[in-house]
Each structure stands twice: as structure tokens, then as C-alpha cells.
């Protein structure tokens, strides 16, 4: 089964570029790399998803190197309301799916 | 449209108690997740459903935690006679399908999510 690592946390400035990392080193060949955003009290919402290579959608963009052990969020020029943790998320089928989240990596925003 | 719900939103329960928390799907959706998150803690996956199947039932964390799905629509927790341990926060989610076009699984829509201390 997949395992993930993150940071722990991570502080940036309003404006600024983010950039998450999250390890995923025994990732299998038919697993995609799925980013959720958590609030405080809230469940996670959906951010991106990608399998190799760049994804960019409206709120970030995805880098997925050729090995496909890691994978970067990147979020641009943050703001105080992106301030949430932020999960990644690894799906294995191994007969049956197990969905394992990262343990999160929490983001401040500071003004 | 109506996202997913749960119920209660908050459980207090003496040890030892049984509980029964409930996840009402976006209509249409076909897969449901169960997951849990402790005080400060990420996300624990506990269970899926593919329809009313659940094809593997490991991550749920003891005997004592059981779920159901009925109709393909709404599910249950259940866990019977609670412990300290089991206060947490529990997550349902549902997605369309549990793979989307047959690569990468669904994008998940969380609920709110169930508060449950066991005291």
C-alpha cells in the first residue's frame, strides 16, 4: 500500500507562491495523486488531481516528476483565506481500494 | 444542489454505549467513504462502499465498528460499546463512481462531518 509523507507545516507570506510536497515512494503503476484542502471544523474539499507530468486548474497546479515517487502542489500567490491544511491523498488497489491520506500539512498564511 | 449530510452533528455518549452515526449521500453518487480524524490528527479511511458493497472491511479499527449501506443511498456507522479512543471526528464522503473513467478514483465530497465523544 502506498504510504505518503508531508511537512508537517509551513508558514508563507500573502503573495507569495507555495509550494507542498508530499512522498510517495511506493506508488503503483495505476495510482493517481489526489490534493484536498481542509478548514478548520469543515471536511476537506477537493483541490486537484493528476498522474504524471502538470495538471493546473483554476486554484493550483500539480507536478508530478517521471518516477511519480512525489508530487508538488503549488499554489500561487496565497492569500490569508488559503490558510488550511492540505492533504494528499494516494489510492492502491490491491483486490480492493485503500485510500491513504497524508497526515497533512498545515499552511499559515501570514498578512 | 444538496451536498452530503450527517447526523448528528455532534454525539456525546457515556462509555460503553452503542452509537449510530448516519451518511446521506449526494443523490446519485455511488460510492461512499467513511473515514475518521482525531483531535489534531489527519485522515483515517475506514471503509468504502461501491453500491451497498463494502469489497474490504480492514480499516475499519476493531470488531466493535461495523457499517451498512442501504439502497445505495444512505449508510451507517455503528460502534457498540464505545471507548474513550473512538472520540473523534467521522467523515462520510460519496463521489459519482469510485473510479472516474476507469482511471484515478473519484473526485470525494466530504460532509460535515460527526464530533463523537465518548466520555
Known amino acids: 500500500l502506498a504510504k505518503t509523507t508531508q511537512p508537517i507545516s509551513m508558514d508563507s507570506y500573502e503573495g507569495q507562491e507555495v509550494n507542498i510536497t508530499c512522498s510517495h515512494n511506493n506508488i503503483a503503476t495505476n495510482d493517481y495523486i489526489t490534493w484536498y484542502q481542509q478548514f478548520p471544523s469543515q471536511g476537506p474539499r477537493f483541490i486537484i488531481q493528476g498522474y504524471k507530468t502538470k495538471v493546473t486548474n483554476e486554484v493550483a497546479s500539480l507536478f508530478i516528476p517521471a518516477d511519480r515517487k512525489s508530487s508538488t502542489l503549488s499554489l500561487p500567490r496565497v492569500s490569508l483565506s488559503d490558510t488550511a491544511v492540505y492533504y494528499c491523498?494516494?489510492?492502491?488497489?490491491?483486490?480492493?481500494?485503500?485510500?491513504?491520506f497524508g497526515k497533512g500539512t498545515k499552511l499559515s498564511v501570514i498578512p | 444542489g444538496a451536498g452530503v449530510s450527517q447526523s448528528p452533528s455532534n454525539k456525546v455518549t457515556e462509555k460503553g454505549k452503542d452509537v449510530e452515526l448516519r451518511c446521506d449521500p449526494i443523490s446519485g453518487h455511488t460510492a461512499l467513504y467513511w473515514y475518521r480524524q482525531s483531535l489534531g490528527q489527519g485522515l483515517e479511511f475506514l471503509i468504502y462502499?461501491?453500491?451497498?458493497?463494502?469489497?474490504?472491511k480492514s480499516g475499519l479499527p476493531s470488531d466493535r465498528f461495523s457499517a451498512e449501506r442501504t439502497g445505495g443511498s444512505v449508510s451507517t456507522l455503528t460502534i457498540q460499546r464505545t471507548q474513550q479512543e473512538d472520540s473523534a471526528v467521522y467523515f462520510c464522503?460519496?463521489?459519482?463512481?469510485?473510479?472516474?473513467?476507469?482511471?484515478?478514483?473519484?473526485?470525494?465530497?466530504f460532509g460535515p462531518g460527526t464530533r463523537l465523544t465518548v466520555l
Open positions: 462502499f461501491q453500491g451497498n458493497s463494502a469489497p474490504d
Open positions: 491523498l494516494v489510492a492502491s488497489r490491491a483486490g480492493s481500494y485503500q485510500l491513504t
Open positions: 464522503a460519496s463521489s459519482l463512481a469510485l473510479v472516474a473513467g476507469g482511471r484515478g478514483t473519484d473526485t470525494q465530497y
